[in-house]
């Protein structure tokens, strides 16, 4: 704007004499004034449209764009420094040619202004902005850090675990959270027991009036005046389809048993007379079926901790599984296998059918039974040993045999004093005993 004026000012000053040549008045005082009214160093030059300098200084550019119309301003050198100029083309009555003023002036104060603006405005403004941005960092950082905590202790609990978190480990702050979600957790708990009760309580009710039946069944085949067509038309399907309900009503009652949750003190358990008499239990099925059993059982008890309901049903499933899915004149192979002072791998063996890899890991998916599978069976049995596994600390793998068959080895943590507090609610989750088996099948 200053160099604007300043240009206007000078073509107030220009008049054309009687020969029609540019008179400008501007005597040494108002140069003066012109050049001390800007704190930078100051130039002006007065040409005409051929691009003659008529007057003021040499060192500006003499102008060639002659379409310019109104002021123009633009950056030029002048000895090596920057200059903003301003050029403006107006007419002095009576010739129509262009006379062009151009002032122009160094940007010292300019930069200095801006310098000022920097520093006075800019600087503590920048850091105005760095500090509340630091500020909220750290009060967002710090506000945060309580729910931090808290995901830390949710996120370290086993997958099924829905027992109360301990207010003592987590933030105060965040006690009406934890508080409320204890209260979840609990209704949780409440709606899964009362439900798995709920299962529990039918399968129990069913079990009674089957039982019943399976006996009149029994009683009415073996009277004399019913012939074995009678017996085998009607008689036998129908005793064959109370057999498959016992069975499952059976199954559902144990899986509802071992996924029983809560914390429940586990009881040390001599895993070698459990085995030794699921075995006799399971001798008669064995003989009816062709099949031979061999057991390698030590003579010592050996002590884990564990729910002894679980562990029968482990093992009665898995010598089950072995004696029902191998043919006749088969084998199956019982042995406890005390590996070290912490372990005992239990170990059933048969020279049956085999399990295809893909299949290895479905079949203990509820309900699941390989494609093809006979015979009575509801696909229960090994979700109870995966329960009953998880239940009880142990880790359960499956393995080709060498030769045909199948090997289903678990390992348990035998009872040593650092084992015998073990609760229910240390109790690993399905896909950590899913993971290690998977590994252990890797290596
Ligand atoms: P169920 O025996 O009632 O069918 P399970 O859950 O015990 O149910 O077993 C699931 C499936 O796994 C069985 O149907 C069978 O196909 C297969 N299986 C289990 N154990 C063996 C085994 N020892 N050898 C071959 N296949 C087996």
């Given at each position: 704007m200053l160099l604007l004026k300043s240009a206007e000012s000078i073509a107030g000053r220009l008049t054309r004499n009687e020969a029609g040549i540019v008179v400008a008045d501007l005597p040494s005082a108002a140069q003066a004034i012109l050049r001390q009214s800007v704190k930078d160093r100051f130039y002006y030059q007065i040409a005409d449209s051929y691009g003659h300098r008529l007057t003021g200084d040499a060192v500006l550019p003499l102008p060639a764009d002659t379409e310019q119309t109104g002021p123009k301003f633009r950056m030029i050198e002048v000895d090596g420094q920057p200059v903003r100029m301003c050029r403006m083309p107006i007419q002095i009555t009576p010739s129509p040619d262009d006379i062009w003023i151009q002032v122009a002036e160094t940007l010292d104060s300019r930069q200095r202004f801006l310098r000022h603006i920097f520093l006075s405005i800019l600087v503590p403004?920048?850091?105005?902005?760095?500090?509340?941005?630091?500020?909220?960092?750290?009060?967002?950082?710090?506000?945060?850090?309580?729910?931090?905590?808290?995901?830390?202790?949710?996120?370290?609990?086993?997958?099924?675990?829905?027992?109360?978190?301990?207010?003592?480990?987590?933030?105060?702050?965040?006690?009406?959270?934890?508080?409320?979600?204890?209260?979840?957790?609990s209704n949780a708990n409440d709606l899964i027991s009362s439900q798995r009760q709920f299962i529990g309580n039918a399968a129990h009710q069913l079990r009674t009036p089957l039982t019943a039946l399976t006996t009149y069944l029994d009683y009415i085949g073996r009277l004399e005046n019913s012939t074995d067509d009678e017996f085998d038309g009607v008689l036998k399907p129908l005793s064959e389809a109370v057999n498959r309900v016992t069975h499952l009503v059976n199954r559902l009652l144990s899986l509802a048993r071992s996924e029983e949750c809560g914390a429940k003190e586990l009881e040390q358990v001599d895993l070698s007379a459990v085995v030794n008499e699921v075995g006799v239990n399971l001798a008669a099925f064995a003989i009816s079926n062709g099949i031979c059993m061999d057991f390698d059982l030590p003579e010592t008890p050996v002590y884990i901790q564990a729910d002894p309901g679980d562990i029968v049903e482990l093992v009665t499933n898995l010598i089950d599984n072995a004696i029902k899915y191998t043919s006749r004149r088969g084998s199956v192979w019982v042995?406890?296998?005390?590996?070290?002072?912490?372990?005992?791998?239990?170990?059933?063996?048969?020279?049956?059918?085999?399990?295809?890899?893909?299949?290895?890991?479905?079949?203990?998916?509820r309900f699941y039974r390989i494609p093809g599978t006979d015979g009575p069976g509801c696909g229960l049995g090994l979700s109870i040993v995966f329960e009953a596994a998880r239940s009880n600390?142990?880790?359960?793998?499956?393995?080709?045999r060498p030769g045909g068959g199948t090997i289903f080895?678990?390992?348990?943590?035998?009872?040593?004093?650092?084992?015998?507090?073990?609760?229910?609610?240390?109790?690993?989750?399905?896909?950590?005993?899913?993971?290690?088996?998977?590994?252990?099948?890797?290596?």
């Open positions: 403004q920048i850091m105005l902005i760095v500090l509340a941005s630091l500020s909220v960092w750290l009060g967002v950082t710090h506000g945060l850090k309580p729910l931090d905590k808290l995901g830390r202790v949710l996120r370290s609990r086993a997958k099924v675990d829905l027992s109360p978190i301990d207010i003592g480990k987590t933030p105060k702050e965040l006690a009406p959270v934890t508080n409320a979600l204890n209260d979840v957790f042995k406890l296998d005390q590996r070290n002072s912490q372990t005992v791998a239990l170990i059933v063996e048969d020279d049956g059918r085999g399990i295809d890899d893909n299949e290895k890991m479905r079949i203990f998916e600390a142990a880790q359960i793998n499956v393995f080709d080895l678990v390992k348990f943590k035998t009872n040593n004093n650092e084992g015998s507090s073990l609760k229910k609610s240390e109790k690993k989750d399905r896909a950590t005993v899913l993971e290690e088996r998977s590994l252990e099948r890797q290596v």
